[in-house]
């Protein structure tokens, strides 16, 4: 089994000094995808889940997958009224059978002006890059 750490250059970069992707390799020449927490800038709970989610594309493409790979997805906000508006966004996104979930309710986030922050786990099948 290899592991291989990774900032895709087509996707946004990060903001401190860490890696957003580990991709395991799989003896089927399959791979597992763990990607960072990822956060976006927005003036409320919607335009940032959508940012998050465009982050979570770009990273996950990088990586021959995509959103319907996700197999878990882990949520944190700093507001739990926040998540009517971020499951409708969501929703959006992840269309197919939904990925195993945990949603966090946290005081705040390293950035103070994040109000969500989602970190996911993703297969990709063998044959993709």
Avoid: K
């Avoid at 895709?8 to 401190?16: E, S, Y």
């Avoid at 465009?54 to 990273?59: K, M, R």
């Avoid at 966090?104 to 993703?122: D, G, K, N, T």
């Amino acid at each position: 089994m290899r592991t291989t750490l990774d900032n895709p250059a087509g996707a946004p970069q990060p903001l401190g000094p860490y890696s957003q992707v580990a991709r395991v390799q799989l003896a089927d020449g399959g791979a597992l995808l763990y990607l960072s927490g990822q956060i976006a800038d927005g003036a409320d709970i919607t335009a940032q889940s959508h940012g998050v989610f465009a982050t979570l594309t770009a990273l996950l493409e990088a990586h021959g997958a995509t959103l319907a790979d996700i197999i878990n997805i882990r949520t944190f906000l700093t507001d739990m009224d926040d998540l009517p508006g971020y499951a409708a966004v969501r929703r959006t996104y992840l269309t197919g059978t939904p990925p195993t979930s945990t949603t966090v309710s946290v005081p705040r986030l390293f950035r103070p002006e994040a109000l969500i922050e989602v970190e996911v786990v993703a297969t990709c099948p063998a044959g993709r890059p």
